[in-house]
């Protein structure tokens, strides 16, 4: 009986060491009550001990950070078209004491206040900005559920939406939507095309007929300044044949009936070419008058030298 009762002290001592030690892993740590009542110990992770029926763990959590999945919620926007928005919220525990006495089952009311946080911001834009606005929008939760959560002892690191998914109709109506606007962007791009194409072909005209004046006008430039040299040529090459001439009459006095019997058939010659030409003509010639205009040139030539 003895022995029994021996072993009965035993076992009920060991269980009480045994619930004396508390062993806190790393990242983790636990708040102690004394008969209930919390006396602002907290156990850091290790080897630590209790006093048996006076102390016990109130409340174990870890302060590493965690993650908090928000399930896809129904919102409205503020054009009243309904989306659905799911979310990821990264948190950690900063004070211990406040996420136990403060709060009660901390991680539902963490993910209810994110659901109303984010039911009110989708509520404040419109359908096409809850897709253009997204870090904005995160920015604006991780700010708002930041200050609405430090009460509990929690800091929100980061908040991530994840998707945001508008009803079958209104995808149907987006997609119609999209389809409009790339054709209308097409056929602006179309008639901005043909209008550059005829601004370029009336521009490459209009060039096209200043380059052809200005090859025009350099053209009766070089024509008029040809003609000129060779008018110039011309009149060099007469003056030239007529001292040549003077000087042979001169100098030669057979010279002078070879030139009015010259003088004689070109005369001659002129009126056949005349008489030749396309055009019908009449020519009056009275052949009294030929040995008159002979003598006459004759005459002429004979006063030259002494001119």
């Known amino acids: 009986m003895e022995q029994l009762f021996l072993i009965i002290i035993l076992l009920f001592g060991g269980s009480t060491l045994a619930g004396s030690v508390k062993i806190i892993n790393q990242g983790d740590k636990a708040l102690v009550e004394s008969l209930g009542k919390y006396n602002g110990r907290t156990l850091d992770p290790g080897l630590n001990f209790l006093v048996p029926f006076y102390h016990r763990v109130a409340y174990k959590e870890t302060v590493r950070e965690q993650v908090l999945d928000i399930p896809p919620q129904k919102c409205i926007t503020r054009d009243n078209v309904s989306i659905s928005v799911d979310a990821v919220v990264y948190w950690r525990i900063m004070d211990l004491e406040k996420a136990c006495y403060k709060v009660n089952n901390l991680q539902a009311a963490m993910e209810n206040m994110v659901r109303t946080q984010i039911r009110s911001e989708m509520g404040k834009l419109e359908l096409d900005q809850t897709f253009t606005a997204r870090t904005e929008v995160n920015e604006m939760l991780l700010r708002e559920l930041d200050i609405a959560t430090d009460p509990w002892g929690v800091k929100v690191t980061r908040v991530e939406l994840r998707d945001i998914c508008p009803t079958?109709?209104?995808?149907?109506?987006?997609?119609?939507?999209?389809?409009?606007?790339?054709?209308?962007?097409?056929?602006?791009?179309?008639?901005?095309g043909e209008r550059e194409s005829a601004v370029n072909s009336a521009k490459g005209r209009a060039e096209a007929q200043v380059l052809a004046a200005e090859a025009q006008q350099k053209a009766v430039v070089l024509e008029a300044q040809a003609q000129r040299q060779s008018?110039?040529?011309?009149?060099?090459?007469?003056?030239?044949?007529?001292?040549?001439?003077?000087?042979?009459?001169?100098?030669?006095?057979?010279?002078?009936?070879?030139?009015?019997?010259?003088?004689?058939?070109?005369?001659?010659?002129?009126?056949?070419?005349?008489?030749?030409?396309?055009?019908?003509?009449?020519?009056?010639?009275?052949?009294?008058?030929?040995?008159?205009?002979?003598?006459?040139?004759?005459?002429?030539?004979?006063?030259?030298?002494?001119?």
Do not use: C, W
């Open 168 to 192: 079958k109709a209104v995808m149907d109506a987006m997609e119609l939507q999209m389809s409009a606007e790339r054709q209308k962007r097409a056929s602006i791009l179309a008639s901005e």
């Open 231 to 307: 008018q110039v040529l011309k009149a060099h090459a007469t003056a030239e044949a007529i001292q040549i001439l003077t000087k042979t009459l001169q100098s030669d006095p057979e010279a002078r009936e070879a030139l009015q019997y010259l003088l004689a058939q070109n005369y001659i010659e002129m009126g056949a070419t005349i008489g030749n030409s396309d055009s019908s003509k009449v020519m009056f010639m009275d052949p009294r008058s030929i040995p008159a205009t002979l003598e006459g040139m004759k005459s002429l030539i004979s006063d030259t030298p002494s001119s």
